[in-house]
């Protein structure tokens, strides 16, 4: 299964938020990530209404990995991003197989077995080890000027 880029997207965001122990911008986000800055801002919104990140506006204001996020599974977001929807599309256009196709049930087997797989990773398993958060080095702010 291939994930879309705003579930990509989706995922590395809140693993730098997670690692990271101070707010960040959109603006840095993007910049870490090498990612637009008009889909990342997109990105964080969702985020934010499923419960993965927090938002503060004005000056000091910025995104954070919400406070109970590392307990929500990849399997979440990625539902939230991609949908429940059917791995192929039999109807549109019609397809004259579909009375007798098998494939469409497998398909949907070997989806949920990928869900059921993300569902048991959380989070916050992604960013820590026995050390402390193990992304911590790769996605730490550069140092001010």
Not at 44 to 49: D, I, M, T
Not at 100 to 116: D, H, K, S, V
């Amino acid at each position: 299964m291939r994930l879309n880029r705003s579930t990509d997207m989706a995922l590395r965001i809140a693993m730098l938020t997670a690692a990271s122990p101070v707010r960040a911008t959109v603006d840095e986000l993007a910049s870490r990530l090498a990612l637009p800055r008009s889909h990342v801002a997109k990105v964080v919104q969702r985020l934010q209404r499923i419960g993965v990140l927090v938002t503060i506006r004005g000056r000091s204001g910025g995104v954070a990995f919400a406070e109970h996020a590392g307990e929500l599974t990849v399997g979440q977001v990625v539902r939230a991003f991609e949908g429940d929807g059917e791995v192929v599309n039999c109807h549109e256009p019609a397809c004259p197989l579909v009375a007798g196709c098998r494939l469409r049930g497998e398909l949907r087997r070997a989806q949920a077995a990928f869900l059921a797989v993300l569902d048991g990773v959380r989070l916050g398993e992604l960013v820590a080890g026995p050390t402390g958060p193990l992304l911590l080095s790769l996605g730490a702010p550069p140092a001010a000027r």
